[in-house]
């Protein structure tokens, strides 16, 4: 999972691998390590609307579990909401179209500018 904060947006963009599990109705999560960790969760849920909360350390995103369970077949790049000021985008993560250095492309999207 890739993760940009800026304002009042979270971006977030998942592998191949991360969609498929999301649509196993899977819980997706990454923590930073840092002296207080981070934690980072994307939850499928029975909820209509995609949803964002942080609570303690850990900042949660709530999609709805029927978007999830066919995302991973279907040609929908994404999903954008608002909730409580925040706006949410949640996206499947391409392959770059220029390759940087020491980071790699595997299980990304093909990139169709590619």
């Known amino acids: 999972m890739k993760l940009r904060l800026r304002a009042n947006t979270i971006r977030l963009r998942l592998l191949q ?51 999830s369970n066919g995302w991973a077949e279907s040609v929908e790049v994404g999903r954008h909401a608002t909730t409580n000021g925040i706006d949410i985008l949640i996206e499947k993560d391409w392959a770059c179209s220029t390759p940087r250095e020491g980071e790699a492309s595997l299980d990304t999207y093909k990139n169709p500018s590619l």
């Open 17 to 67: 691998g991360e969609v498929a599990r999301l649509a196993a109705g899977e819980t997706i999560r990454e923590s930073l390590p840092t002296p207080r960790p981070l934690h980072f969760l994307i939850m499928p849920n029975e909820t209509l609307e995609m949803s964002a909360a942080f609570e303690g350390d850990t900042l949660s995103i709530l999609v709805p579990r029927d978007w």
